[in-house]
């Protein structure tokens, strides 16, 4: 019996099935565990030295060839560039916003390694390290914020996470990474000297958003190169140095000199003999408050009407007032959008709740005023007090002026663009999916100066809505729900007659 028993222990081990089975079998838990081996080195050696591939279709972390052709220019032999994240790398790489812009510091730390670098200050385990800071600053540091310092200026960047990402005004949700534009903006303002915009303080301006950040105009001059700081008129003098300033959305009225601080003055000096440029945005619930501002805006060949323009046919709202604009094609003005018309699919430019501005003359003084924009024919002025006026309304206008320089006799121009809040709307000016951004670029760019590229794009993170206006929204409609079903049941009606006749 035990004879038996142990042959059929011999013949089950020496059992060809076993053999070959049990091989297979340790060779599969061995080529396993050296996998997990394998991965959990590489794992350890990508987290200590920053190894990664970027393989998302957008690109989302990488620098680009664009903003190393501006940075090349900048960072020379002599420059150090520090990008400190304001918490360990462990909770910066936890956080899910906070690994993307690390990923980008650490693609411009690469492209740059003998100019950039990047570190980490715990502000919360030490926060004396962060003194040096805090005293400039006279408010804390957050673990969400980045500094961005250069040895070669005294100042230093303080932005957040928030700062690198797009959000649509509407829903809250992130749109799009702009941290390469964002990153190359903030280390060239620090490395050269540059112009200064000032954004306009004491009537009741918009300046930042419902969260207390800076809105999208704001950013975008900061990408645009500037040194963007506010100014009370009242009380401040416009430093030599500065190049644009922005009104936007004032509720009260400027003083002029029958009021003590002359703020009018100052802008006119600022425009007229310090060759300035100028951005007005006005709204209509508070522009008939500003009657000291119209009246210089006269001056420059702008008159301001009492009504809103509303079009339901061009218009991405069943109000009306989310207006599409038409792109003139003559005049000086039709510039700032002729890289936009030739494209074969333009995008459009949006402006909620617009304002009619009117041209007084086209060309005086040294002063031609034209229209940037247009309403669609199909719009209407809605006036207090004429009722409502169809017809075609400038919806954006420029005023040029030219003077030639009396020491070097070369002839120099400034800029007013004027138009409504809703043509800043975050919505439209953070996507690129609009025009708005580009023509306000495009003009920046003829104000003097070279500035950060626009073609540093954003990164935008897949979003499959569509932009139609109410007119296109409605034809679509009708062939959706009419002309297809007319084609099906016409075709269903042919087949049967013909079945009938066989």
Partial sequence: ?????????????SDRKFKYGSLAVG????????????????????????????????????ITDKAEQYLDEVLTEDVKVKIIFCQDKDRVLDDSSGYYVYRCAES????????????????????????????????????????????????????????????????????????????????????VEYPICYFTTGHGETVYDGQGETNALYNLMIDAGFDVRTIDLSTEEIEGNAKVIIINDPVYDFRGADEGADEIAKLGRFMSDNGGNMMIFLSPQHQGNLTTLKQWMEEWGIGVSDGQIRDTSHSLTSDGLSLVASYPTEGFASSLHLSLRQLDSQPMTIINNPIAFEPLWENRDGREVGTVLYSYQTSELMTP?????????????????????????????????????????ASYLDSNAYGNRDILMYLVEQMGKKLVPIDIDFKVFANESLNLTTAQAYAWTVTLTVAVPLVVCTVGIVVCYKRKRL
């Fill in 108 to 191: 411009f730390k690469e492209a740059y390694p003998n100019n950039i670098s990047v570190e980490y200050l715990d502000v919360i385990a030490h926060p004396e390290l962060a003194d040096i800071y805090t005293s400039q600053l006279g408010t804390p540091l957050y673990t969400y914020n980045v500094i961005i310092e250069s040895n070669q200026s005294e100042n230093f960047r303080l932005v957040t996470y928030e700062n690198f990402y797009t959000f649509d005004a509407e829903s809250g949700d992130v749109y799009a990474f702009n941290g390469e534009r964002r990153f190359t903006s903030y280390i060239m303002s620090l490395c």
């Fill in 1 to 13: 019996m035990d004879n038996n028993k142990n042959t059929k222990k011999r013949s089950l081990f």
């Fill in 27 to 62: 060779l599969t838990v061995a080529f396993v565990a050296l996998v997990i081996i394998i991965n959990a080195v590489v794992y350890a050696l990508a987290y200590s030295y920053g190894w990664y591939l970027d393989l998302t279709g957008q690109q989302y972390y990488g």
């Fill in 385 to 425: 007090e004429n009722g409502n006026i169809g017809g075609a309304y400038p919806i954006a206008s420029l005023v040029r002026q030219t003077r030639i320089d009396p020491l070097t006799q070369a002839e120099l121009r400034t800029y007013m663009f004027v138009s409504s809040t809703g043509y800043t709307d």
